[in-house]
């Protein structure tokens, strides 16, 4: 299991993203990116992170030839 810790930068920088696309994922109602709250930061496991990613592919591991 990791414990790598990223933040809203370390997230939006790797995926080439704004930092208030990020903060959007982790406020949105449905499916939100986990992220953990501390103090006004947001911390995000590379574990959950890659489960939110997971999540949106348009093709599933198993479908592919």
Known sequence: MSNQWLSV???????HVAI???????NQKKD????AKLGRD??????????FLE???NVKE????
């Open 62 to 65: 198993d479908e592919e030839e």
């Open 42 to 51: 947001w911390r995000i496991n590379r574990k959950d992170l890659d489960e």
């Open 55 to 57: 999540k949106r592919y």
């Open 32 to 35: 939100p990116l986990r992220a």
């Open 9 to 15: 930068s370390d997230v939006a920088e790797e995926l």
């Open 20 to 26: 208030d696309t990020v903060r959007g994922w982790i």
